[in-house]
DNA sequence: GTCTATACGATGATAGAC
DNA sequence: GTCTATCATCGTATAGAC
C-alpha cells in the first residue's frame, strides 16, 4: 500500500482550475493543493478493484487473467498496469475491499444503541452476506494459506471484526443485561468468538451453495 | 467419483501368480481374475496424491505446477500424466483424499460406543486437526466457490460429515442423556450444525496462523 | 510404466504511439 | 493516462524411446 493522497473536482468555486501533470498544481503563486486528479486516480483504482471482484467472483483468483478484468472494466491492459504494478498488488487491493467491507457491516451493528443479543447479531450479520461477495472472501482465505501478503489481510481483518463483535457483545452484556463493564468484557470473548465462527461458516456455506449469477449486461 | 475397483495381495492362495501387462491375467484357461497389479497402479495413484497434497500445502493449488509433483514425488511428468488425466484430475483426487481424512477421523468418534458430547466431540476433533491438511482443505474451499467438479466434492464431503456428527449427537442424547430416540435425533440438528461450523472455523484459523513446516529431507 | 525432450497455448507484463 | 500490439515466460500435456 504506497496509496498517495488524493483530491477531486472538476472545477472549482466556478474558478477555471488548470491542471498540470505534476504532483500538485499552483493556483496562485506560492499557494499549493493537492492534485486535484489524484482522486480521479483513486476512483480508477477502485473501479478496476470492482471489476476485478467481479471476475475474481465467477473465476477465482487465479483463474482471471487481466484480459478478464480489462473486459469486465472496459479499460485496457496498459491502464490497469498504469494504476496496479502487478497482478498481485491488484489482488491484494481486491481482498482488502471485499474484507473492509464485510468488517464495516459488522461496525454498524456495533456501534448501535441498542446492541442486539449475539443471536440477533449472528441473524442480522448474516442476512447481510452478499454472495459473491462471499465467494471471493472464501477465495481469499484458501489464497491465504500460502501467500503471505493475502494472509497478512486476511488475519488482520478477521481480527478487526473479531474485536468489533466483542465491543458489540460486550455493550449488549452492559446495557441489556446489566453487567459489570469488567466482567462484561470478559464474558464477551467466547461469544464474540463464538459468533464470528458461526459467521464465518455461514459464509462459507453461501459461497458454496448459491449458484453464480450470471452477469446481465 | 468414479474410482475404480481395485485388487490386492502379491500373492493369491499360495499359488504363484503370472503378472501380465495385460488387464487381467489368465490363470488356467477360462478363468480371469483381476490384474494384481492394479493395487500397484491404485498405490501409485495414492503416492502421487500424497506427493500434490504437499505441494499443495506449501503453494497452493493452482501455483503447484506439475514440475513441482515431479520433483516432490521423485517421478517424471510422463508417468503422472500415466495415472491422472490432467492435472485437474489430480487436484480433484487430492481433494478427495484430504477431505475424506478428515471424514474419516469424525467417523472413529461418531462410532463410539460412549458418545462423547458435542463439546467433547468438538475438542477431539479439533485436537486432530493437522495443519498441512487444513491448509490445503481451506484452499479446495476456495475452489470449489468456482469449480463445480470441487464443489460437488467439498459440499458432499461437508455433508457426510455433519451426517456423522448427527449420528454421534444423537448417540449422546439417547445414551447419556437417556432421550428418546426420535427427539434426540430432532434436537440433534441444530446441534450437529453448531458443532459443523466450529469445526470449520477452526480449521480456518489452523490453516492460517499455523506457519508452513519446512520439508525436512 | 517410466523417462526425456518438446510443442503449443495462455498469460503477465511492457513498449511506444496518441 | 489510455490505447494497441507484442514479447517473453511459464506450464500443461504429448510424443516417442527404452
Request: hydrophobic share 45%.
Amino acid at each position: 500500500m504506497t496509496a498517495r493522497s488524493s483530491g477531486r473536482h472538476r472545477k472549482q468555486n466556478g474558478a477555471s482550475v488548470t491542471v498540470s501533470t505534476s504532483s500538485t498544481a499552483i493556483l496562485f503563486v506560492g499557494v499549493q493543493v493537492p492534485r486535484l486528479t489524484d482522486a480521479r486516480k483513486e476512483l480508477r483504482r477502485t473501479q478496476i478493484a470492482a471489476a476485478a471482484v467481479r471476475c475474481f467472483s465467477r473465476n477465482g483468483l487465479e483463474r482471471t487473467s487481466i484480459a478478464d478484468i480489462t473486459a469486465e472494466s472496459g479499460l485496457s491492459a496498459g491502464s490497469i498496469y498504469a494504476h496496479y504494478r502487478n497482478k498481485a498488488d491488484l489482488v491484494r487491493a481486491a481482498a482488502r475491499e471485499v474484507l473492509a467491507k464485510r468488517a464495516d457491516v459488522i461496525g454498524e451493528y456495533a456501534a448501535a444503541d441498542a446492541p442486539p443479543d449475539p443471536d440477533d447479531l449472528l441473524s442480522r450479520l448474516i442476512a447481510a452476506i452478499d454472495p459473491a461477495e462471499a465467494r471471493v472472501g472464501v477465495q481469499t482465505w484458501g489464497e491465504a494459506t500460502t501467500d503471505p501478503a493475502i494472509r497478512e489481510i486476511v488475519v488482520d481483518m478477521t481480527d478487526r471484526m473479531r474485536a468489533m463483535l466483542h465491543d458489540c457483545v460486550t455493550a449488549w452484556l452492559v446495557k441489556v443485561e446489566h453487567r459489570e463493564p469488567a466482567v462484561a468484557r470478559e464474558h464477551a470473548t467466547p461469544i464474540a468468538h463464538r459468533v464470528m465462527a458461526l459467521y464465518q461458516a455461514e459464509l462459507l456455506y453461501t459461497a458454496l451453495r448459491t449458484p453464480i449469477e450470471v452477469t446481465t449486461s
